[in-house]
């Protein structure tokens, strides 16, 4: 007696079919989740028996289907009086069932994607869906629904894609249905990245004496990110050597890591798969080459460790800590010895910043890129832009828009290459100014000068979409 929904789910690569109350054949495609609804008390009054489709909205005069499949609705009405039943010219291929006792039942064909069918039953209006409007089923503030355009602005109006050119306002009642034509899209002008400034992000390992009261001693409880107070992005480790050469180094780091003595690298490696429950292999040893020591004076032992920020999926706690947990020489752990630096960038000072050309750049294991862009006006057309990154060859690429992190490509994981420019961050009003900021990474080898002439094709603005703006006036109630 009271409502049920049933929750299908065929789990098989084939179509499966069950009945309903004797009477409603329902197929279930392979991998498909159907929840419908059984008995179900309508706003309206009505009681809807069963539906083959599923409810997409309803009111007090407005019931609408999804109808992406051959829909059968039966209807209560709750009196022996069966109202009229009534098709538009959109709906000459709904075939009623069943009409009498109070029970109306009618059928309709799975529709194409743009396609929609209105019914009539006294003052109950019924809407069937093809699939993209589905898809682009806006209800408004005032009770009238929108379906066809692709997103929705502040401002009010709603945008549509060149390949969906026609949206649809419904009054209230859902018996006034309008078509709207959005104004022609404005010519799209995308702003070409160029004049890159260029800085040495890594003149910690070429000029250690220079960076040496920037660092801090790590803390008592450990070496790793969290506890030393950095929670995103990456950190130099830092330890004095003297005396006789060592052999070997031990090392544990999360996620990626690099170690150079006296500027020269040593060894990197990098642990980017940990899944939950599994042994995290074992620390990673280097060598430590006769030709990297210096006798009778300091050697600058600097560990440069990028971590992958904190996860927010299900293996928490097989993926922190990061930073450097480990550090061992010839088998005695250092680890209290060791100071820290955070950050991608160089903790100089400003005013010892060189000028940042690439004609003045050598080589360097970080590198920062800056840019600038403003975005152009266009009238009655909202783009959603992003980065395309192309025919880079660095192993690892952070991507700084005004400053905060928005990406990042690591060869060595999934090569993403198009990242999205949110809107908050991107400043989106015509002639301000953006700024875009890269940080390479590469190790093995150095970056060198000739690696760094980007051309427009590398890094460029692309529009994920272009949307044409429709402002749909508020629908009245309109009867007709």
Not at 119 to 140: K, M
Not at 220 to 226: H, K, M, T, V, W
Not at 389 to 409: A, K, M, P, S, T
Request: glycine content about 6%; overall charge negative.
């Amino acid at each position: 007696p009271e409502t049920h929904w049933l929750f299908l789910r065929n789990l098989s690569d084939s179509v499966q079919g069950l009945t309903v109350g004797q009477r409603f054949a329902v197929e279930v495609k392979p991998f498909e989740v159907l929840i419908l609804p059984y008995r179900l008390k309508l706003a309206c009054g009505y009681e809807l028996v069963f539906s083959t489709s599923e409810i997409l909205y309803q009111n007090q005069n407005t019931l609408v289907f999804k109808a992406n499949r051959s829909t059968t609705v039966s209807l209560q009405i709750g009196s022996s009086a069966t109202p009229a039943f009534d098709t538009n010219q959109q709906g000459s291929d709904i075939r009623l069932l069943e009409s009498g006792q109070g029970v109306v039942t009618f059928e309709c064909p799975e529709l194409p994607a743009n396609e929609f069918r209105q019914v009539h039953l006294g003052q109950l209006n019924v809407i069937l869906l093809g699939q993209h409007l589905i898809d682009t089923f806006w209800v408004r503030e005032d009770g009238s629904m929108v379906m066809g355009p692709e997103a929705r602005f502040p401002d009010g109006s709603f945008g549509l894609t060149p390949d969906n050119r026609t949206c649809f306002s419904i009054s209230p009642d859902g018996r006034d249905i309008r078509s709207h034509e959005p104004p022609k899209p404005a010519r799209l002008m995308t702003p070409i990245l160029s004049e890159w400034e260029v800085w040495n992000e890594a003149p910690e390992l070429s000029q250690p004496d220079a960076f040496a009261s920037a660092y801090q001693p790590v803390s008592p409880e450990g070496l790793d990110f969290d506890v030393n107070g950095i929670y995103e992005g990456a950190a130099w480790y830092r330890l004095t050597l003297r005396g006789e050469k060592p052999q070997e180094l031990e090392i544990d780091a999360r996620h990626f890591w690099a170690a150079c003595l006296n500027g020269k690298l040593l060894g990197e490696g990098h642990q980017l798969v940990l899944v939950h429950g599994l042994a995290a292999p074992p620390p990673q040893k280097l060598l430590i080459p006769a030709d990297s020591w210096q006798d009778g004076v300091d050697n600058e032992l600097l560990i440069f460790v990028s971590g992958l920020g904190h996860p927010k999926g299900f293996h928490d706690d097989a993926q922190t800590p990061q930073g450097l947990l480990l550090l061992s020489i010839d088998g005695v752990d250092r680890s209290q010895e060791v100071r820290i630096l955070p950050n991608y960038y160089s903790q100089r000072n400003a005013t010892e910043h060189t000028t940042p050309t690439l004609q003045s750049f050598d080589a360097s294991p970080i590198t920062r890129l800056k840019t600038t862009f403003s975005l152009p006006a266009f009238e009655n057309t909202v783009v959603p832009w992003g980065i395309r990154l192309q025919d880079l060859e660095f192993e690892r690429i952070n991507i700084y828009l005004n400053g905060v992190l928005i990406g990042r490509y690591w060869k060595e994981c999934r090569c993403q290459e198009l990242f999205y420019l949110p809107s908050g961050i991107l400043k989106e009003k015509p002639g301000d100014l953006n700024t875009l900021e890269l940080i390479l990474v590469n190790f093995t080898p150095f970056i060198e000068r000739q690696r760094l002439n980007l051309q427009p094709h590398h890094v460029s603005m692309v529009p994920y979409e272009v949307y044409t703006k429709c402002f749909i006036p508020q629908s009245e109630s309109v009867k007709t």
